[in-house]
């Protein structure tokens, strides 16, 4: 296959949601339509489980496992599916964050009952943010839920999504009786005894053969809502999909096997190929000759024995092949890999090469760090690839002054790894770490402890944000810096970061200084 088709074959994507609205099943009967794996079960064997919030270790050790499904691929309809896994755990947000700057679209998942919940709303807007093409699904039709319209209308004003569905629910909970597929008119019945499902072509809802199939009340309202939904919303267009500006809107029950196939047939005809990428320098475009690709996540392994790091990278552009001499962007080193590996639901290979829009895993003894470049040799800075404001805070202290230098190289390798983000405040040099999750703060202390032999303790510091700053007025930021200094710190790039106490101060300083921006993500 010539190297053009390759790269048009590739679909790469993720799925979100808030944990328990169905992800996994998801991906599980999306792998099972693929071939990928045989069984259910298998990837939710791998999911992190909610029970173990307590025990960091526990948590660890089942990341460890979950790397086995970092990216999951199947052949489907000629086209090469690749599922990025993001990991549901409210404390690995943002390991998901950054696997989103991976994908080319995403799918959302939304509970039938729940609704919008609040972390998807985070992921939804970190894909708005890249324009992302994504399509929503509906999921536990098989149960009692909020009414289809008022959900389309939480989907429209919660997270700003123009919603499009092409799929509509008939009733729902003991009443489903399956939905229409209005993007390609076919009645699809629900057996909720897991049998094959039934489907009818029905290109004319007026038909009076559909009271036989769904029985009269049903067949009225499915007609009335029907009409509404092409009076109300806008038709499919798949320029305006692509662009991230429609979203395809599909209803199911996951569990039951029920309306997924309707959405990956779909999927695979509208959803993207392997798309261009920003760089500082340039946009790169997969069908270019030369490789590139970034990496954007790191995994360590916890485990003493294994003390290895898998970088996953993201192909760009060209051809990547094993054995092959690679520039590392920030080193200007050359590096070649001889046993690159992806990381499929079932099986863990070395491959031989890799396509745009494909990941590969590769062992990495500490030489990388997120949102680092490889390329045939060109200077590439891969944009898109940001820091988000952590929710928690911390100051850090050395507990053993005879081993600070292993502390100083333990806190900059996991930072690199993005365990978490340090700031460093101008004034008097004390070391912040920002995290997502309460769980980092363990991981780190038990890390540098075991593989740096450092010991830390922290301090409790409550912080609203860390904001990074923009300006079009130099004299004001000059001035907010100097008024500001107890509160500015650095990041990792040496960025000034405003350290917000409150929302109340940070809303003080926006009026105060009308001039200055301040940013929750480092990427503007
Ligand atoms: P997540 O990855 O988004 O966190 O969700 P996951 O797939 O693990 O699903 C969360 C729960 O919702 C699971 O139940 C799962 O079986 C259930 N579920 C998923 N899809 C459907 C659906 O279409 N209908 C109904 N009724 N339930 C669904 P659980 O009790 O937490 O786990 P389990 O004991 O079933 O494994």
Redesign the pocket.
């Known amino acids: 296959m010539g190297f053009l088709e390759e790269i048009d074959k590739r679909r790469t994507f993720g799925i979100v ?1 808030h ?8 991906t599980e009967k999306l792998l099972l339509f693929g071939g990928a794996i045989q069984v259910a079960g298998a990837v ?1 064997s791998n ?1 992190i489980k909610k029970s173990a919030t307590s025990d960091f270790m526990d948590i660890e050790r089942q990341r460890g496992i979950s790397v086995a499904t970092s990216v999951m691929g199947f052949l489907y309809k000629g086209k090469q599916i690749n599922i990025l896994d993001t990991p ?1 755990h409210k404390d690995f947000q943002e390991d998901t964050y950054r696997t989103l700057t991976a994908v080319d679209s995403a799918i959302v ?1 939304i509970d039938v009952a729940k609704g919008v919940e609040p972390q998807t709303e985070k992921l939804v807007e970190v894909c708005r943010m890249r324009k992302t093409p994504m399509i929503v699904f509906i ?5 009692e839920g909020k009414d289809a319209f008022d959900l389309l209308d939480e989907v429209e004003q919660k997270i700003n999504l123009t919603a499009c569905p092409l799929s509509w629910p008939i009733g729902m909970g003991q009443r489903f009786k399956g939905v229409y597929n209005i993007y390609e008119k076919k009645l699809v019945l629900f057996n909720p005894h897991g049998k094959q499902e039934d489907t009818i072509e029905f290109n004319d809802l007026d038909d009076p053969g559909l009271e036989n199939h769904i029985g009269e009340s049903a067949a009225a309202e499915l007609r009335e809502e029907v009409n509404m939904v092409n009076e109300v919303y806008p038709p499919f267009d798949k320029e305006a999909y692509l662009n991230g500006e429609l979203n395809p809107v599909f209803f199911g ?4 096997n029920f309306g997924v196939k309707e959405l990956l047939d779909c999927f695979v005809e509208i959803a993207p190929q392997p798309l261009a990428r920003e760089t500082e320098e340039r946009i790169v475009k997969p069908d270019e000759k030369k490789f590139s690709g970034f990496v954007f996540k790191i995994h360590a392994n916890m485990d003493p024995k294994h003390r290895d790091r898998i970088a996953f990278l993201r192909i760009c552009s060209g051809e990547f092949r094993r054995n092959t001499n690679y520039i590392h962007v920030r080193n200007a080193k050359k590096m070649k890999f001889s046993n690159p590996t992806t990381f499929m639901a079932s099986k863990k290979e070395i491959i031989e090469s890799a396509f745009p829009g494909d990941i590969v895993g590769l062992y990495d003894s500490g030489n990388f760090k997120i949102g680092d470049a490889l390329t045939e040799g060109e200077k590439l800075t891969f944009k898109g690839i940001p820091s988000f404001s952590p929710e928690m805070f911390r100051i850090v202290h050395n507990a053993d002054p005879m081993k600070s230098k292993q502390l100083a190289k333990g806190l900059s390798q996991l930072m690199d790894e993005g365990v978490a983000q340090m700031f460093v405040k101008e004034f008097g040099g004390t070391k912040i770490i920002g995290t997502v999750g309460a769980l980092q703060f363990d991981v780190i202390q038990y890390r540098l402890e075991h593989e740096y032999g450092a010991k830390c303790e922290y301090e409790s510091l409550h912080l609203h944000k860390a904001c990074w700053l923009t300006h079009n007025d130099g004299n004001q930021f000059k001035e907010f810096l100097q008024r500001r200094k107890r509160d500015i710190a650095k990041d990792k790039a040496g960025n000034d970061v405003f350290m917000a106490e409150s929302a109340w101060q940070l809303k003080t300083m926006q009026e105060t200084y009308p001039n200055i921006t301040f940013h929750f993500t480092s990427d503007f």
Not at 19 to 26: E, H, I, M, S
Not at 139 to 143: A, G, I, S
Not at 253 to 256: L, V
């Open positions: 949601s944990p328990d609205a169905g992800k996994t099943t998801l939710k999911k549901g998942v999921n536990k039709l098989d149960r029950s996951a569990i039951n």
